[in-house]
């Protein structure tokens, strides 16, 4: 397959899927990660980073992001810091490869001061998210819309991976899909599949983290392929 260079990837009006190698086999996970990337024929991978305190569950940190990079140079790596101190830690996940950090609204560190938080993170030289959990309101984040490359709704509860898809969150994306400029991207996360990824592009969402649905699919050049249709 050949690939663009990702540094374009916020240009790109595409509708892309995003693998998230949460639900990747981390026995052999640059590979894994390859052969869903060639399956849903993307460019963007999501990276889940989980502190054990702001949501429930240890995913993934620096060293594995920093392993992972040199193995899919030609990828674009999508962080979710659903950590306590993203600010504190950006630098690290920068120079490890990450290229977009998202941090949620909620983390003690930022909460406070969300544009300070966005304004040190791409002062890194990196692309900046934000994003909220399900129960948090919208308007926690318009403060900074204009500041930020990107805007994720989180569709389940940040924490663990294979949760049902909570169709109330698509009222956000219809909210934030006028407020945001072409080059700014508008993503989801969590249980999008093939019968959810429609509905969440009509929604005005551009890019769908998807896991379970492709990961743990048996076929997985057909599960790209449908999710590829269903958008």
Not at 45 to 62: A, E, F, Q, R, Y
Not at 162 to 188: A, D, H, S, W, Y
Not at 212 to 227: H, I, P, Q, T
Request: charged share 20%; with cysteine.
């Amino acid at each position: 397959m050949s690939i663009a260079p990702p540094a374009d990837v916020f240009a790109d009006p595409t509708p892309m899927i995003l693998p998230s190698i949460l639900a990747a086999d981390f026995g052999r996970l640059a590979a894994d990660t390859a052969d869903a990337v060639a399956a849903a024929k993307t460019r963007v991978i999501h990276l889940d980073i989980m502190d054990g305190h702001l949501v429930p569950n240890i995913s993934l940190g620096i060293p594995v992001v920093q392993a992972l990079r040199p193995h899919l140079p030609e990828l674009f790596f999508d962080v979710h810091l659903m950590i306590d101190e993203p600010v504190r830690y950006a630098p690290a996940f920068v120079k490890a490869g990450g290229q977009n950090l998202t941090f949620q609204v909620e983390a003690p560190e930022v909460k406070n001061d969300l544009a300070g938080a966005v304004k040190a993170i791409k002062a890194l030289g990196c692309h900046v998210g934000i994003t909220m959990k399900p129960g948090t309101p919208v308007d926690s984040v318009l403060s900074v819309i204009d500041l930020v490359d990107l805007v994720l709704v989180m569709s389940v509860e940040p924490g663990f991976g294979g949760q049902k898809f909570m169709v109330n969150q698509l009222e956000k994306c219809r909210v934030l899909r006028p407020l945001l400029k072409p080059t700014q991207k508008l993503e989801i996360d969590g249980g999008i599949g093939t019968d959810t990824i429609a509905q969440a592009r009509a929604a005005g969402v551009d890019w769908f983290v998807v896991g379970s649905a492709l990961f743990g699919a048996k076929d997985r050049v057909a599960a790209g392929r449908e999710l590829l249709a269903a958008l």
